[in-house]
């Protein structure tokens, strides 16, 4: 029993130990970063002369840029919508825009979206990003593949079809299309601009003609199948109508079959839908759901680029990062020099 004692004091030294030593670690740390704040504090003390300079100098020079050298420019977004535009059309396209900008001779970019040179000279720099992000998207259409196949186990189809059309995301195929240009007012024709520019590309117009071609050609159908059904629904209720003032006994029906010839009710349920399909497409004939402008550019007073305040609070916080390296410099090389 007395063997066991100091063992287990000797342990118990050794735990003591282990917190102590953890305590001054986390303690050093702790002086240490103490240390450093206080070395940032003093070194401007110390050194007022060389940092009142630098943040001087820093007011100077960013009060110039911003007021004198620096472009002010304007920033407005659009969000266009169509099936037929996707992630990497919509890049390639404001790719080409972008290159064609940043040329010095801007008669390409006036070329290419049909506005006078001096519009396009404005213009700074184009970007667009799809309205609903990729991953909802990817996220969207494994649910759809999902139900899909839960469709195999299940007898009602239609309800598989509700779900799916109620997890559609609206404007999943919507990009957010923002420009830059240096002056304001030429928003509106750089807008209609660029709606040109993406609906009269060959890829996305001949569908725009197709789409509005089959839907007339749908309208004319369905006219004219509303205008047979009014002429059946007449006779059938001019019928029903003689025969109900007819007496009873009398025998000048003319009895074709055992069965009804036609179902009236059959026949006006049929006129409601196709009175619902006709405003569909003249629906889809009037807002052109297949491309369309969700909102337009707005244009702006002030403009999105930084303030002279905010440009000059960035060169004195350049300024004082400067005087830190400026000193951290000079105390190195004073330390070579003593040590050569």
């Known amino acids: ?20 030593k953890m305590g001054d670690f986390f303690a050093s740390i702790w002086f240490g970063f103490m240390r450093f704040f206080a070395l940032i504090r003093r070194v401007p003390i110390e050194n007022k002369a060389t940092f009142l300079l630098l943040i001087a100098g820093a007011i100077v020079v960013g009060s110039l840029y911003a007021n004198f050298l ?31 900008a940043r040329e010095v001779d801007t008669r390409g970019l006036a070329r290419v979206l049909r506005i006078p040179d001096s519009l396009a000279k404005n213009i700074l720099e184009f970007t667009a990003k799809p309205f609903v992000k990729e991953t909802d998207l990817i996220e969207l259409e494994v ?9 195999l186990e299940s007898k009602n189809k239609d309800v598989i079809d509700q779900v799916i059309r109620r997890i559609e995301i609206e404007n999943r195929h919507a990009f957010e299309i923002t420009v830059r ?46 205008q047979k059904l009014d002429s059946l629904k007449e006779i059938i209720y001019s019928n029903y109508k003689s025969m109900a003032m007819q007496s009873r006994q009398g025998s000048n029906n003319v009895i074709l079959s055992d069965k009804a ?25 009037y807002l052109q759901p297949d491309f369309e402008v969700i909102t337009r550019f707005t244009q702006f007073s002030e403009p999105s ?25 000079s105390t190195f090389n004073e330390y070579l020099s003593r040590i050569g």
């Open 261 to 285: 010839v036609t179902d009236p009710v059959q026949i006006y349920q049929q006129d409601i839908i196709a009175y619902n399909e006709l405003e569909s497409v003249n629906r889809d004939l």
């Open 181 to 226: 240009v240096y002056n304001p007012t030429i928003i509106r024709d750089l807008e209609n601009a660029l709606i040109l520019f993406f609906r009269d590309n060959d890829y996305v117009k001949k569908r725009i003609d197709i789409t509005k071609s089959n839907l007339l050609a749908k309208k004319q159908k369905l006219l004219k199948d509303r």
């Open 143 to 151: 649910l759809k593949e999902q139900l899909k196949n839960a469709q």
């Open 305 to 329: 680029s930084a303030s002279p305040v905010k440009v000059t609070a960035l060169a004195i916080l350049v300024a004082i990062v400067l005087g830190y390296l400026i000193i951290a410099i």
């Open 1 to 20: 029993m007395e063997s066991q004692k100091p063992a287990d004091r000797t342990d118990e030294i050794d735990l003591g130990q282990l917190f102590t």
């Open 70 to 100: 620096k472009k002010k420019f304007y920033e407005t977004s659009m969000i266009l919508s169509s099936d037929y535009l996707n992630k990497r059309i919509v890049d390639n396209a404001i790719e080409k825009l972008n290159l064609l």
